[in-house]
């Protein structure tokens, strides 16, 4: 089957610009602060001292609070997109959030990243901290203190590859939670704290879905004894699970990206695309940092049907508006599911263009009035892989 000829007319440029989660801050204390009547009056350079008069009050270590201004400054002025664990702890008191669900939400709905996991000790004692409504002093003193000897010792891999179980364990722990007597009296427990770990199980199996790492035992081995074994026992080399995890395969056509095109993706949109490096690393779970949205939406791409509507992977591409389909619908109730941010343009380039491209298609439907879901797929999938071809070009 032949995939018809659709017109491409994005411009690639707009996909390019770096994007900081400062305009996602700005936009939690604006709808913060929105029934207030002088809030209409809060500019950038307002919000900005807002915050850190609030931080110089909550933050009264004088070089905590500098490395914090510091990080926000940086964000502020794009010179970094990303805020360190530590600093994101502060931030989160900083902001005065009530509650472990509003962190949940500030981070998902403002912040566009992946919600804090309580199979990590850090992140757990930060959930509970806000659970109870503790100050910053004192949850620094657990973070840093008490029980920071315990957090560095954290194994880097769980006991066991099982999804979602533990996480849910640990959520209920936080929930019984009254006091923080009782936070303690369960941490000083050495039975309870054995589990944790500085990986969870769930974000990493999301994009091994059709394959179980063999070997992945968290140390500096990042090397080829890591194997990918599928779902009929048969050994997946681990290159080959990259270029088809990455490379947006396609169900009429082998005209997939190279891995060399996947190394210059992985320059331009790095907490997407993967290096041969970066991918051992986190095959073999020495990379410890989370796997991102972007990076399962490659993912989730790979694994939706298209002919099947009892499918759970089942998406209509045809269905609905250009500004409401079932298409975005689909990535943003799997996005949730796994614990990942909504699909927002407006923080994510790569978000941008898989919503853009599919915008693009849909209008030109008319043109294509005998397409089937199937064919749409496909050549939805030939024109991310155009743009993304013309973007290495555009940078090369």
Same mark, same amino acid.
């Given at each position: 089957?032949? @995939?018809?000829?659709?017109?491409? +007319?994005?411009?690639? /440029?707009?996909?390019?610009?770096? *994007? ?37 009050? @909550?933050?009264?270590?004088? #070089? ?14 794009? #010179?970094?997109? !990303?805020? &360190? ?18 962190? +949940? %939400?500030?981070?998902? $709905?403002?912040? +566009? &990243? ?25 949850? +620094?003193?657990?973070?840093?203190? &008490? ?37 303690? $009296? ?18 990493? *199996?999301? @994009? =091994? =879905? ?12 990042? !090397?080829? %004894? ?13 290159e080959e699970y990259r270029r088809s995890l990455f490379g947006l395969s396609s169900y009429y056509s082998d005209d997939i990206l190279s891995l060399e095109e996947i190394d210059a993706? !992985? ?9 041969? !490096? /970066? ?9 410890? /940092?989370?796997? /991102? ?34 298409? %975005? ?22 978000? #941008?263009?898989?919503?853009?491209? %599919? $915008? ?8 294509h009035p005998d397409i089937d879901n199937a064919t749409f797929y496909d050549a939805y999938l030939a024109a991310l892989r155009h743009y993304l071809r013309e973007l290495i070009r555009?940078?090369?």
């Amino acid at each position: 089957m032949s @995939i018809p000829l659709f017109d491409y +007319h994005l411009n690639i /440029s707009d996909y390019i610009a770096a *994007r900081s989660p400062w305009s996602g801050i700005l936009r939690y204390l604006r709808d913060r602060s929105a029934g207030d009547p002088a809030s209409a009056e809060l500019t950038d350079e307002a919000l900005a001292k807002q915050l850190l008069k609030t931080a110089k009050e @909550i933050l009264t270590d004088t #070089k905590e609070y500098d490395t914090f201004r510091k990080a926000i400054s940086a964000l502020r002025s794009n #010179k970094t997109l !990303s805020l &360190r664990k530590d600093n994101l702890f502060r931030l989160l008191f900083v902001l005065q959030l009530p509650s472990d669900d509003e962190a +949940h %939400h500030f981070l998902i $709905r403002y912040l +566009h &990243r992946n919600d804090l996991s309580p199979r990590a000790l850090d992140e757990f004692i930060v959930l509970s901290a806000l659970k109870l409504g503790l100050s910053w002093a004192e949850t +620094h003193e657990l973070l840093y203190v &008490r029980y920071a000897d315990r957090i560095k010792g954290q194994e880097n891999v769980p006991d066991n590859l099982e999804e979602g179980f533990t996480q849910a364990v640990y959520l209920n722990v936080i929930d019984r939670l009254q006091t923080a007597e009782e936070l303690v $009296r369960y941490l000083d427990n050495p039975v309870n704290t054995s589990f944790f770990a500085k990986t969870g199980n769930t974000l990493y *199996r999301t @994009i =091994f =879905f059709d394959a179980v790492p063999v070997n992945a035992s968290g140390n500096d081995d990042a !090397s080829p %004894h890591i194997r990918l074994v599928d779902d009929n026992g048969d050994d997946v080399a681990v290159e080959e699970y990259r270029r088809s995890l990455f490379g947006l395969s396609s169900y009429y056509s082998d005209d997939i990206l190279s891995l060399e095109e996947i190394d210059a993706l !992985s320059a331009v949109f790095e907490d997407v695309f993967m290096t041969e !490096s /970066s991918f051992y690393k986190l095959v073999s779970r020495h990379n410890l /940092s989370d796997v /991102s949205s972007g990076t399962f939406l490659l993912s989730f791409l790979m694994r939706i049907d298209p002919e099947d509507d009892s499918s759970e992977y089942y998406v209509d591409f045809l269905d609905g508006s250009e500004d409401d389909n079932d298409f %975005h619908r689909a990535c943003d109730e799997w996005l949730l599911y796994y614990g990942f941010p909504y699909l927002n343009p407006e923080c994510g380039n790569f978000e #941008k263009l898989l919503l853009d491209v %599919h $915008r693009e298609l849909l209008s030109q439907l008319p043109s294509h009035p005998d397409i089937d879901n199937a064919t749409f797929y496909d050549a939805y999938l030939a024109a991310l892989r155009h743009y993304l071809r013309e973007l290495i070009r555009t940078l090369a």
